[in-house]
């Protein structure tokens, strides 16, 4: 299969760290396995350890084999992509050291240089003076930031700040992986390709949004890390508040990196702030304790290994949002994430308002609202809930809730789901940054969360205990039925 990905040197910091063994090698292999890699574009692993390119290739084989499965490596395929690597050991914090790295790259000024950084962010500094001291960071080159982008606005600041001595705002990809889920992009095509929408996308038509990102497992042995971030840090700033941006944002003028990043900014920018007065009415934040999670008996979050048994770190966070513009005056937007939870599940519940007029009083009392529920994980999909009637030639018509389901693994049977991290990849390749996050972007909502931060600081709250396996404390249940409504859990 020809191809028309561009030719690049891409280079892999931290190579035999985590994350490139879990998600990024195997993302590239897909890549290689769907022949959307150039012929002659080399991958080029960076990390400490002193060894040998072939060394390295055994050990991205181990990873493969492990994340995608041996019964899923296909041996040409595999033979391709090991031609690839190459393989530079570099001490990170010494800018000289990439001298070395510069040797092994194409001195064809042509060539594209994508280089992803998956290393810790007090890193990315050296490493960007290092690139542009060895002239790595030429005006093709490419550089990859992966989360966390600072602790609040300030370090947040101050890390792009320091790749922007280096790096035009063009050449910085910032890393949401949540933007490259296909629902999350289906949210732009649902949005924007089907007029059905367009007239109900706003609060004439809906009544509340939910976002709901719960996770089963808990702090899995990085209990050091997580109490320094925290759930609001950990996925609210980031993740939570993509995908509503995305949801909310007004239509883009094209779909290109600036029209939809305008948008999406727009939106962070609106997000009323949330302060000591309205933090209590507006937020609950929660911490787990031991419970059982799937038929397991797990810790809580203060027995977890290394903790603190003083710490106030919030492992649930649910929030009532609000955007104010024309579009979304007075319908809330209901943030709600948490670890040790129930179950995974990742949705965007929209829930429209009721009929003004029942004229199915007789046999139904009260029409349950249309809903829309977009799925992201663990499976991506798409449903409509909507009233329909009950078959039968009774005197009286009988209505039933009906779910309309669009399954992604249904629908299209036949074509593989990609990983996210497999299209952020194809694109930084490719050079186009419309799914990935401006440096405005960042800071409006660590505005946004920093006020959050604040706020709970100043009323000196514990977080709310909740049972490992549960869907949250009973506040979270309290701050949504204040208004007459109820998570899609209850539904």
Not at 321 to 344: C, Q, S
């Amino acid at each position: 299969m020809a191809t028309t990905t561009p030719c690049c040197d891409f280079i892999l910091f931290g190579a035999l760290g985590d994350l490139a063994r879990r998600k990024l090698l195997p993302a590239l292999y897909q890549l290689e396995k769907a022949e959307l890699l150039h012929a002659e574009t080399r991958i080029v692993g960076v990390a400490r350890d002193e060894i040998d390119a072939d060394t390295f290739v055994q050990k991205v084989r181990q990873s493969l084999e492990k994340f995608v499965g041996s019964d899923n490596i296909d041996p040409p395929v595999w033979e391709r992509f090991a031609a690839r690597f190459d393989y530079c050991d570099v001490d990170l914090a010494d800018v000289n050291a990439f001298a070395t790295l510069a040797k092994q790259l194409s001195a064809d000024p042509e060539r594209s240089i994508v280089s992803y950084l998956a290393i810790p962010p007090q890193l990315f500094s050296t490493v960007c003076q290092g690139l542009s001291q060895h002239g790595l960071n030429r005006d093709n080159a490419r550089i990859v930031l992966e989360k966390p982008l600072g602790h609040d606005l300030a370090s947040s600041q101050a890390i792009n700040q320091e790749v922007a001595e280096y790096f035009h705002e063009s050449q910085i990809y910032r890393i949401d992986h949540y933007l490259g889920k296909e629902t999350v992009l289906n949210l732009l095509a649902l949005r924007f390709a089907n007029s059905i929408f367009m007239g109900q996308w706003n609060n004439k038509a809906i009544d509340h949004i939910q976002i709901t990102a719960a996770e089963q497992v808990g702090v899995e042995g990085r209990w050091g890390y997580y109490d320094d971030a925290g759930q609001l840090r950990d996925m609210v700033q980031n993740h939570l508040l993509q995908v509503l941006a995305l949801i909310a944002m007004e239509p883009p003028t094209r779909l290109d990196a600036e029209s939809v990043r305008e948008e999406k900014i727009k939106i962070l920018r609106s997000l009323r702030p949330i302060t000591r007065d309205n933090v209590n009415d507006d937020t609950v934040r929660g911490q787990y304790t031991t419970g059982i999670s799937g038929s397991e008996k797990v810790p809580g979050y203060l027995e977890e290994d290394g903790a603190k048994v003083t710490s106030k770190t919030e492992t649930f966070v649910a929030i009532k949002a609000h955007i104010d513009n024309w579009r979304w005056a007075n319908v809330p937007f209901y943030l709600r994430t948490g670890k040790r939870m129930a179950e995974k599940r990742t949705e965007v519940v929209i829930t429209f308002k009721s009929q003004p007029h029942n004229i199915f009083q007789e046999t139904m009392s009260n029409l349950q609202p249309n809903r829309l529920i977009i799925r992201l994980q663990p499976d991506e999909g798409i449903e409509i809930q909507v009233m329909n009637k009950v078959p039968g030639l009774g005197e009286q018509m009988l209505l039933k809730p009906t779910t309309l389901d669009l399954s992604f693994d249904e629908t299209f049977q036949n074509q593989r789901i990609a990983d996210a991290y497999e299209r952020l990849l194809l694109e930084a390749i490719h050079g186009n940054q419309y799914l990935f996050v401006a440096r405005e972007e960042v800071e409006h909502a660590w505005r946004w969360i920093d006020g959050i931060i604040t706020a709970w600081k100043k009323i000196d709250d514990k977080p709310k205990s909740y049972a490992a396996g549960s869907w949250g404390p009973s506040a979270s249940v309290t701050l949504i039925a204040n208004d007459g409504r109820e998570w899609a859990d209850d539904f």
